[in-house]
């Protein structure tokens, strides 16, 4: 399998997180969202909402959308519970992650580390975003002051979801000392067997 990735991306880190956990070999290509590298006619041929990450099968089917190729990977592993219910929470926590998580933490990070044009409107955008931010950590801590991982006792894909984003944080300008359980999870997480740094790209 390939996986269509640029290297700074947090959404991109959880599929490669998730392919370290399960030991499973990939072809990486590697794009430059800066230079617009996902909106070629021929990454556009792929994947028409020109956003990585992308996974390619070795048949040729093609899958977007970070959180979708965690639960496509994870299906018959110990990272997606069998359990019906478990399993959506699981599903519960990645549509937070989506909605009320990564538009602001991850947003934030991306104008602030590649250089994007602080205008009037962004930076009142960044003050908004920041309080929805901090708001979903909060919701995170208050479930972490009570669980050692989002959903049952172990890791799963809801954890790697909302790992990728949350331990960059401070590179939005999110300050988690305040956040001692969201602290000890990031801790735990970076613990597990086979765990991958951001940083650590083919």
């Known amino acids: 399998m390939r996986l269509h990735d640029d290297p700074c991306s947090g959404n991109g880190y959880k599929v490669r997180l998730i392919l370290a956990h399960l030991g499973q070999s990939f072809d990486y290509v590697r794009l430059d969202i800066d230079r617009a590298e996902t909106r070629t006619p ?3 041929a ?25 639960h496509y990977l994870a299906e018959g592993s110990r990272f997606l519970p069998v359990d019906r219910f478990a399993h959506a929470q699981v599903l519960q926590w990645m549509f937070f992650e989506q909605y009320s998580h990564e538009p602001n933490i991850a947003t934030v990070r991306f104008w602030l580390t590649h250089g994007v044009d602080m205008t009037p409107w962004r930076e009142e955008a960044v003050v908004q975003k920041r309080v929805g931010g901090y708001a979903a950590l909060d919701v995170m801590e208050g479930h972490l002051s009570l669980n050692r991982y989002f959903v049952g006792d172990a890791m799963t894909i809801a954890d790697i979801a909302l790992y990728a984003y949350t331990h960059v944080a401070h590179e939005g300008g999110f300050d988690l000392c305040g956040y001692p359980s969201i602290m000890a999870w990031v801790n735990r997480v970076a613990a597990e067997p086979g765990h991958v740094l ?3 790209v083919p």
């Open 42 to 44: 021929e990454f556009l």
């Open 198 to 200: 951001i940083t650590d």
């Open 46 to 70: 792929k994947n028409p909402n020109g956003r990585i990450p992308l996974l390619e099968l070795d048949d040729g089917r093609l899958l977007p959308e970070s959180n979708a190729i965690l």
